[in-house]
């Protein structure tokens, strides 16, 4: 039986109508018309009726007590990310990788569940282990309870010690989701330490951060051509040479049967040397170039006319070769827009400022790139600011690949999500100081993180309208469970889906748990 408002006429009716199947097919009976809608809402007799019926519904009087402030909660847990970050990793089968791993061992704890809630939490609070283990009371997931802070210590150094294993198992049970590894594409880091930074992994090298100062490791991620992560290769610090990663490349190919390996990178971490490597060993690139470092592309590349083809929201390409070599342009259109208001914005203000007399400009840098100075006079310099318009919503992409433009300016873009993961890697290792000393405990601490990035491109695999994952985090975040006692009988409330929880659910196949459940717990 249900409630629906019958209209007759201007006026409107309040009735209660019963379902009935009948000669196959469903039919409906009015049971009682309460009378007019307007009539009862004023006189609140539907307020009387709906609080005379909740009596006779346990569930109503548990809400409603824990509104009105009757039912005091004895727990609250947040129950969003592992909803869906557990289903995940079942369907993944990571859960069973591990366990598979683990059978001769004889730990004392569940370091499957250890490993699950350290991956679950670089996706929703990043931090350092010992952060993870504080958070753990707040979450509801089952299996662990009664783990500690060296436990999660133990079960990275175990992850790290096992970490090829795991890739390969898990490429091998979810080889069906991989759009095919005839070429894959491959991006590397730095992330420094302070302290030890290990047995033999810690090493001074080049380092992306400019910490030259300070030990690091060179952490490597493979993703096939539609962005899934297949491996994450990690190296001692001083590693630098490109031709000491061709053994890598070689055992990548034998590993998972990779035909070719497209490196990106960006311009400025790559030399010239290691291109004329990279061309002479036939080893695929897709390089970020410095538009205004490079003269050939600030003067030729960026004025050769061309249409630009339009890829996807926000990402037009066009593409421009020159003596042999092959460059792809992209715009961004929206921030195109924004660069050139915030550039007359600047503008407009420094030309106020020069009628001012306001010498003091030459050492603003924002402004000293749109002065024009010699012995005389301070002036805005028309031609420089002619000449930025080129660079608007712009970056250039060169490659020496047959992919085409579109694929080149998409597969750089893919290897942004990666960086992302790797920020927030070291945001994880930059918590100082370092506990981990040992090799094996600093591998798992960064392979954790890589699982962290296989389950959440996953989830992104699936939803059709992508949210921004800082959304997706704060909303399922936002879903917790309360627990009550009303008449001697424990309830777990649960909260309302908040943004777009709703349709995070239903992309990992989860229907949201009843408002109220009465548990035995």
């Known amino acids: 039986m249900f409630i629906r408002v019958k209209p007759s006429g201007p006026r409107e009716y309040l009735q209660i109508v019963e379902n009935r199947w009948e000669s196959g097919r469903p039919r409906q009976y009015v049971v009682a018309t309460l009378g007019r809608l307007d009539m009862l809402k004023a006189s609140g007799q539907v307020d ?61 704890f569940e370091v499957e569940r250890a490993v699950y809630f350290t991956v679950l939490s670089r996706l929703f609070f990043p931090g350092s282990d010992r952060k993870a283990s504080g958070m753990s009371r707040d979450y509801k997931i ?80 493979v993703i096939d051509s539609a962005g899934r992560p297949i491996s994450c290769p990690i190296w001692p610090g001083n590693t630098a040479d490109i031709k000491t990663l061709i053994p890598v490349i070689e055992r990548l190919r034998g590993r998972f049967g990779v035909a070719n390996v497209v490196i990106v ?46 890829v996807k929201d926000n990402l037009k390409v066009k593409e421009v070769k020159t003596e042999g070599r092959r460059y792809i342009v992209c715009l961004n259109p929206e921030e195109a827009e924004r660069e050139a208001i915030e550039r007359q914005a600047i503008i407009e203000s420094l030309k106020k400022k020069l ?70 890697l070291k945001s994880i290792l930059e918590t100082r100081p370092i ?23 996953e989830l992104m695999s699936r939803i059709d309208a992508k949210p921004d994952w800082d959304e997706i985090r704060r909303d399922l975040d936002a879903l917790y469970e309360v627990k009550v006692m009303h008449e001697g009988k424990n309830y777990l409330l649960r909260s309302p889906l908040q943004g777009v929880s709703g349709k995070i659910l239903k992309a990992a196949g989860i229907a949201p748990p009843p408002t109220v459940t009465e548990t035995k717990t």
């Open 435 to 457: 506990y981990h000393k040992y090799d094996s405990t600093i591998k798992g601490h960064v392979f954790s993180s890589f699982l962290a990035l296989v389950v959440m491109k």
């Open 48 to 108: 009387a009726m709906i609080k005379s019926l909740s009596r006779f519904s346990e569930k109503v009087k548990v809400i409603e007590g824990y509104k009105e402030g009757k039912l005091g909660a004895l727990s609250v847990k947040k129950i969003g990310p592992d909803l869906v970050i557990g289903r995940l990793w079942k369907e993944l089968c990571i859960n069973e990788v591990l366990n598979r791993l683990l059978e001769d061992r004889k730990y004392r």
């Open 355 to 424: 009628k001012e007399g306001a010498k003091a400009l030459i050492g603003n840098r924002g402004y000293k790139r749109y002065l024009r100075i010699d012995k005389t006079s301070i002036q805005v310099d028309e031609e420089k600011i002619k000449s930025e318009e080129r660079f608007d919503g712009k970056y250039v992409l060169r490659t020496n690949t047959e992919l085409s433009a579109e694929d080149v300016a998409l597969r750089y873009k893919e290897l942004w999500q990666v960086e992302r993961i790797f920020r927030e």
């Open 265 to 310: 990178a960006d311009r400025g971490v790559v030399s010239k040397e290691t291109v004329k490597d990279l061309e002479s060993l036939r080893i695929g690139y897709i390089l970020g170039v410095k538009m205004r470092k490079e003269k050939e592309v600030s003067t030729e590349v960026l004025s050769r006319a061309g249409k630009y083809r339009e």
């Open 142 to 221: 089952e299996g662990i309870d009664g783990l500690d802070l060296h436990h999660f210590y133990r079960a990275m150094a175990w992850l790290g010690d096992n970490k090829d294993e795991v890739e390969e198992d898990l490429f091998l049970r979810n080889r069906d989701l991989f759009s095919g590894l005839n070429l894959v594409f491959f991006d590397t880091t730095s992330i420094y330490f302070e302290g030890n930074g290990g047995e033999s992994l810690g090493q001074y090298g080049y380092s992306k951060e400019r910490r030259s100062d300070e030990k690091q490791i060179i952490v490597g991620a």
